[in-house]
């Protein structure tokens, strides 16, 4: 679905992201993991067109990404971020019917897309007149996921989803969101801090370190054999014994 080839960023003097060139295969769920400032945010903007590389080549779905296609590639996508990065003065039916709307979809569709997303990520239809701020956390982030799904796009990209959610609403997200990719069948990648949903998520597991990729695998071999001491490290300070079960 999306290959990078020697891809890097810098911002001023910090380089974020080393020369990396990956592949992330299609209809598969990988999680990016790693400390703050590690690169995994840069790199999953990257992959959605929101900051340009300093040097080398994306490809997403076999297409160079370039500036002439950005937009056109961007739609075949959808991205979440924390909390929703929902619109404050437009309800949350209109979040979700945004980009549709733009493209200028009957209302009778935009209407019956909607319904049939609240439906699949569980939000009731009352939220759907509402305003970000007279629903809850957890109700915007649905409202975030079936504005990244009003397009139907092959892949999704989310960034630290549900970093802002308490434990159990994130419990309950966090189900629904991998039952709607096995449903869906859709390709995910996601930036997250936390070992445990990288677990849960991830048919693939890699951890940045300094902005570069310090181990690529399963969960599992992060725990059992570590790469180096970085990854002990960071697996350690995570201190979850429900890691010993990790797949």
């Known amino acids: ?74 739609r075949r996508m959808g991205y979440v971020i924390q909390d929703g990065g929902l619109f404050p003065h437009l309800t949350s039916a209109e979040n979700v019917g945004l980009m549709a709307r733009h493209l200028l979809w009957p209302k009778e569709r935009i209407r019956k897309r909607v319904e049939e997303l609240a439906d699949l990520t569980r939000l009731p239809r009352t939220a759907l007149d509402r305003y970000p701020t007279q629903i809850s956390g957890g109700q915007r982030q649905r409202v975030g996921i079936m504005r990244a799904l009003m397009l139907d796009p092959p892949v999704m990209l989310l960034d630290e989803p549900m970093g802002a959610l308490d434990p159990l609403v994130r419990y309950d997200l966090q189900e629904d969101l991998l039952k709607i990719f096995r449903t869906l069948n859709k390709t995910s ?41 970085f990854v002990t490290r960071f697996v350690n300070a995570q201190r979850l014994p429900t890691l010993q079960e990790a797949k």
Request: glycine share 12%.
């Open 1 to 74: 679905m999306f290959r990078l080839d020697q891809v890097s960023k810098s911002f001023g003097d910090l380089t974020v992201l080393q020369p990396t060139t990956l592949a992330f295969e299609t209809g598969k769920s990988t999680v990016l993991i790693g400390p703050s400032g590690c690169g995994k945010s840069t790199l999953l903007r990257l992959l959605v067109g929101l900051i340009q590389p300093d040097s080398g080549t994306i490809w997403f779905d076999g297409i160079e990404m370039t500036s002439n296609n950005m937009l056109e590639m961007r």
């Open 189 to 229: 990648i996601t930036v997250t801090h936390d070992m445990g949903e990288a677990g849960f998520f991830g048919d693939r597991v890699i951890m940045l370190g300094e902005g570069q990729i310090v181990q690529d695998g399963r969960l599992s071999d992060m725990i059992r054999s570590p790469a180096n001491d």
